[in-house]
């Protein structure tokens, strides 16, 4: 590398001149191929370790979600079993006819109606705790029409026969009239039983269709 050299004769009563050289080196800032090299790959080194983290931590969460995923399906299934369960027993054994005048006996539904989310199946859960067939029409907003049905025929029967009169003695616009209020009687109560029907079956479908839905999700 070149130098730059100054060289200075001082007068001095020594015996031999004295004689400084004073050299200052010239700087060139010239960096070879290696170092841009290792300046690279330095720089990829660490993109690398940036995008193999934000790899890694994408690969847990879709592993996560994978599992959750399963998880969810497994458990849309089993809760579709026990829905199936209940249409069935709704379709072969006339559960509803039975849920009308013993609504008590859907108790032995209660330890798979736990297994569902509260939010399904309302109806189905009261009537569990229920005993008696007005209870249910209660319930259903039937009761009072009921009662009114089945007073209305019981006081025609009672004034059809006042004085000892039998069936038998009433006259054909009687024995019409009394038929007429038993049929509004039945018709009241026929419509009751399909409303019970109605909700328990509606309820069960509801629940059954979120969960094949959400296949699609």
């Known amino acids: 590398m070149p130098e730059v050299a100054v060289s200075l004769w001082i007068t001095s009563p020594l015996p031999y001149p004295a004689s400084v050289i004073l ?4 700087v060139d800032v010239i960096k070879d ?17 940036i995008a193999a983290l934000i790899f890694a931590g994408r690969a847990q969460g879709d592993a996560k979600k994978a599992r959750l995923s399963v998880s969810l399906e497994r458990r849309r299934q089993f809760e579709l079993e ?7 027993d709704l379709d072969e054994d006339g559960l509803h ?17 736990r297994l ?16 008696w067939r007005d209870e249910v029409s209660a319930l259903v907003g039937f009761k009072d029409v009921i009662q009114k049905a089945s007073q209305d025929y019981n006081t025609y029967v009672a004034t059809a026969t006042a004085g000892g009169r039998s069936l038998s003695e009433l ?3 009687e024995s019409l009239q009394m038929q007429i209020l038993a049929e509004e009687m039945t018709v009241v ?11 328990l079956v509606v309820e069960l479908l509801d629940a059954i269709k979120v969960r094949v839905e959400a296949v699609d999700d």
């Open 116 to 131: 569902l989310p509260e939010k399904d199946l309302p109806f189905w859960r009261q009537l569990v705790g229920l005993s």
């Open 97 to 113: 006819q039975v849920v009308v005048d013993k609504p008590g006996i859907l108790r032995r539904y209660e330890s798979r109606l």
């Open 23 to 26: 050299s200052a080196p010239e």
């Open 33 to 49: 191929w290696l170092d841009y090299t290792n300046l690279a790959f330095g720089t990829l080194g660490v993109g690398a370790t």
């Open 82 to 88: 026990i829905l199936r369960s209940f249409m069935e």
């Open 189 to 199: 109560n026929r419509r009751f039983e399909g409303a019970v029907r109605d909700r």
């Open 171 to 173: 006259s054909v616009a």
